[in-house]
Structure formats: C-alpha cells, structure tokens
C-alpha cells in the first residue's frame, strides 16, 4: 500500500469539505477566544501554535458555501479574532 493510498483513506468523506484555519487573536484574548471556537459544532481539531498564527483549526463542512458562511458568521466573530487564514484541502 502507498503513502497516498493510506493518505487518501484518512481524507474527508466523499462531499464533505475539509479545511484548515489559522487564527490570529488579540494578545490577552487566547483563553476566551480557544474557549469560544471550541463550542463550534464543525470543529474537528484546536491546536495552539507558536509562531505567527495562534491557532489552527480543522473543519469539515458538506461544501465550500457552508465553509464560507461558517467562517465568516462564526469564527471571525470570536472576541478575539484579529484574523484568519483558509487552506483547503485537496486530494492528490
């Protein structure tokens, strides 16, 4: 079996969209801002980073609408969030 292969069978599910948000919050607002973004349903997985980013968030929607509207209507009003960063993902 491949690398793509096992790559492939961990992917999202055949219509479901998966995409990875870096978010960038205010100095101070970490707690409350992780605590917020935790209570969205669509959320997969939060993970804090160091660096230039102070999250990243994994999401699976049905599509790319529902994605747009999950972000705009929810992630980027998170008290907090000063901005943020899509990566789709895409099969190879």
Do not use: N, W
Not at 20 to 46: C, H
Not at 60 to 72: H, Q
């Amino acid at each position: 079996m491949s690398v793509i292969s096992l790559y492939r069978k961990r992917g999202p599910d055949e219509g479901t969209v998966r995409a990875y948000v870096l978010v960038k919050v205010a100095t101070g607002t970490e707690r409350v801002a992780m605590d917020s973004l935790r209570d969205i349903a669509a959320l997969q997985e939060i993970h804090f980073l160091f660096g230039d980013c102070d999250y990243i968030l994994t999401f699976e929607t049905t599509d790319t609408v529902a994605l747009a509207r999950l972000i705009t209507q929810r992630v980027r009003r998170v008290p907090g969030v000063e901005q943020t960063i899509t990566l789709l993902e895409a099969p190879i």
